[in-house]
T-cell receptor, first 114, second 113 residues
């Protein structure tokens, strides 16, 4: 049973426009959420995170929104740039669960069109 | 400052062979992790080590063993490789002050024939 779901395997966006990547989760014990970015043949790199006590976190062009009642979070990238083309993974953790490992979604491949 | 390094980058094994994947970090992090990523899947946790001398199972530990050799190094061993273990393996580490922000190595692509 997948606890973190990214239902769009791929997303194509024009350069300069907004990219919106979505993520849903089923485990109500998750209380910390992260987005990672991955280029081919490289490891994932941390992008931005949000605690369940917040509903928004912003870092430059990247904003993550959390809707706890809907168990949904989204990553907004504005404006989108060619270097943003990558696979984006949503991840979550239950900080009181005793294990430090993250639960990842399957990823969304973002393609920025020139 | 190399971050998290993994060796080898690529490996092909025959069914039944054994091998050890090496991981080292130079960020003085307490926690280290091993994940696997299969095509079309997210990363899944195999084992983790919250501190030197401790290791714990993750979501998919069967067929693997780990050793936290010291604070820097965390190795993953396949005693008898199976085709189902064909995957890309990522090692990661995190600092105790930001335990959920994990830093990943470049990965080891393993094929078991």
């Amino acid at each position: 049973d997948q606890q973190v779901k990214q239902n769009s395997p791929s997303l194509s966006v024009q350069e300069g426009r907004i990219s919106i990547l979505n993520c849903d989760y089923t485990n109500s014990m998750f209380d910390y959420f992260l987005w990672y970015k991955k280029y081919p043949a490289e490891g994932p790199t941390f992008l931005i995170s949000i605690s369940s006590i917040k509903d928004k976190n912003e870092d430059g062009r990247f904003t993550v929104f959390l809707n706890k009642s809907a168990k949904h979070l989204s990553l907004h990238i504005v404006p989108s740039q060619p270097g943003d083309s990558a696979v984006y993974f949503c991840a979550a953790i239950d900080s009181g669960g005793g294990a430090d490992g993250l639960t990842f979604g399957k990823g969304t491949h973002l393609i920025i069109q020139p | 400052n190399a971050g998290v390094t993994q060796t080898p980058k690529f490996q092909v094994l025959k069914t039944g062979q054994s091998m050890t994947l090496q991981c080292a970090q130079d960020m003085n992090h307490n926690s280290m992790y091993w994940y696997r990523q299969d095509p079309g899947m997210g990363l899944r946790l195999i084992y983790y080590s919250a501190s030197e001398g401790t290791t714990d199972k993750g979501e998919v530990p069967n067929g693997y063993n780990v050793s936290r050799l010291n604070k820097r190094e965390f190795s993953l061993r396949l005693e008898s490789a199976a085709p189902s273990q064909t995957s890309v393996y990522f090692c990661a580490s995190s600092d105790q002050n930001s335990p959920y922000e994990q830093y990943f190595g470049p990965g080891t692509r393993l094929t078991v024939t």
